[in-house]
């Protein structure tokens, strides 16, 4: 896979360079859009909500630039990732003690389901879909935590379901959640919790007390 790969400048977080995949366009971004953008700008909107810094579940890791930022700060790190040259990178990307990588998807089934691709110039674009498949599925609640500060989504339109299978964690630990557009708000919502924030391309909830 190394020839699909070549390292970008970061210069975030004191990430000086990533391993990505040399084709992408998209999943990237830069200072002034895109996922790098998104974290300059957003980052500090949800962490100033996070009162323990123990363990933040993590997902779509993509290649690893959210984990790897994350780690800055979390003791534990869990990340998802279905697809294999994006994890490839992301394992590159995130050494050390305290990252639990799952090459696999984030819902509500254990099963193995497919993954689609609509672009080969955004690796930040694939997404599952229920139709038997190849990838392993991962449930929340399966990763038997002992703390949950902090849960961030941005699965393309799963976040419902990977919410979904997460409830019990939820229930026990009431981290701050963010969700792209939203998504999965009428999940989180009965069980306590208040859109309290919305960014350019994602809302924040917490519990309210």
Known sequence: MQHLTSMRECGV?????LLWITRDSGGFGDLT??????????????????KNFDTVIQA???????????????????????DELNFYCLDYNCQGEGYYKYQGGLGDTTEKLAIRKPSDNNVGMHYIVDAPGKIQMYRIDDLNLESCDLIHLDIEKYESKALMGGIETIKKFKPVIVTERALGSEVIIPLGYEMIHRMRMDALFVYKE
Do not use: A
């Not at 859009?33 to 996070?50: A, N, T």
């Not at 930022?69 to 869990?78: A, E, L, M, Q």
């Open 33 to 50: 859009d895109g996922p790098l953008f998104d974290w300059i700008e957003d980052s500090k909107h949800f962490m100033s909500h996070v």
């Open 60 to 82: 779509g890791g993509n290649c690893g630039m959210y984990p790897r930022f994350y780690k800055n700060y979390f003791k534990n790190v869990y990340t998802f990732e279905p």
């Open 13 to 17: 977080e004191g990430v000086d360079g």
